[in-house]
């Protein structure tokens, strides 16, 4: 992964450093090269078919924003790369990146990766660059599962909170704790839209726990420098064995098999039943209908338009 991640590092470098192309002669391959571009304090790197798109999330970019808990600062610069598709970012990390991801982060060297094809693009913008601002106000380690959540919740992707309540794993009690979540974050697919949705539930009972509602105490002590144990403590009252006890409990009792039932979970379930139950009778039947498939001839009556060869819609027929 370190090696995938220097070559987009230095992949972006070397975009940037690549002025946009206007020549008239310019050959195919050099038209269809991407080219950078700026827009305010924002470098930005797209293929010639996304560029209306690039400089669009790039100006959105160069924009002042508000992240929750963290002090306003102005923007500073960053490196956007918009990527056509996912077989693109592929190529650039040499498979390191998730498959299901559409962006990715790079807040010391300040990279954004982005995907073209990602219909909430815009939102994944905004996702990244909360990691951005996190980082560049809070110089110390947090846990996986507290980034990931901010940059959620700064993204407002209250939605993955809703896929909890169709999560039959997460309804029957089976929730992670905070070391299996920073596991499943960089898991698969399946494992990770939950994963996500737990993080940023995690976040939220951290603000919910202090008694302002908010992270602003939390954030402020990070930025400090203070240690995240020491800060989780001093603004919610609980070591961080447990807040995970709490936080664990609060997602079962929140998301548990009454929600999941309610939510449509139970009707999935019931129609997974009954196609198995019709998928078993069909085969208890097959043989019977095969046995009442064979030997059944009906003789023709006596006297009968079969028994003289001649057919009642024969035009030609008399009785």
């Not at 310019?26 to 930005?44: D, I, K």
């Not at 602003?216 to 070591?239: I, K, N, Q, Y």
């Not at 961080?240 to 449509?264: D, P, S, T």
Request: aromatic residues 6%; proline residues 8%.
């Amino acid at each position: 992964m370190a090696r995938a991640l220097a070559r987009v590092r230095a992949l972006a470098l070397a975009l940037t450093l690549v002025p946009p192309l206007c020549h008239p002669h310019a050959t195919a391959a050099q038209v269809s090269a991407p080219r950078s571009f700026s827009v305010g304090p924002v470098t930005a790197v797209a293929w010639p078919a996304q560029w209306r798109l690039a400089r669009e999330l790039a100006a959105r970019a160069a924009l002042p924003a508000d992240y929750p808990g963290l002090p306003a600062v102005a923007p500073a610069p960053l490196r956007l790369i918009l990527a056509p598709d996912g077989r693109a970012i592929d190529s650039l990390t040499s498979g390191a990146a998730p498959g299901w991801g559409a962006g990715i982060a790079l807040p010391d060297e300040r990279i954004i990766l982005l995907r073209a094809d990602d219909p909430e693009v815009t939102r994944t913008l905004r996702h990244e660059l909360a990691h951005l601002a996190l980082h560049r106000a809070v110089r110390i380690r947090v846990p996986l599962w507290f980034d990931e959540g901010y940059a959620a919740t700064a993204a407002k992707e209250w939605e993955r909170l809703g896929g909890l309540e169709l999560n039959f794993a997460v309804a029957r009690g089976a929730v992670p704790d905070l070391d299996a979540l920073e596991g499943a974050l960089r898991g698969s697919a399946s494992t990770a839209d939950a994963a996500y949705a737990l993080a940023t539930a995690a976040v939220s009972e951290l603000a919910r726990r202090n008694p302002t509602g908010t992270l602003v105490p939390l954030l402020s002590r990070l930025c400090a420098g203070d240690d995240f144990e020491r800060a989780v403590l001093a603004t919610t009252g609980l070591t961080m064995g447990q807040f995970e006890v709490v936080w664990r409990e609060r997602i079962r009792r929140r998301y548990g098999l009454v929600v999941w039932i309610i939510a449509g979970g139970g009707w999935s379930a019931l129609t997974l039943v009954l196609w198995a139950l019709l998928r078993r009778r069909r085969a208890f039947d097959r043989p019977r209908r095969a046995a009442l498939d064979q030997g059944w001839l009906i003789e023709p009556e006596d006297g009968g338009p079969e028994a003289t060869g001649a057919s009642e819609l024969d035009p030609t027929h008399r009785p």
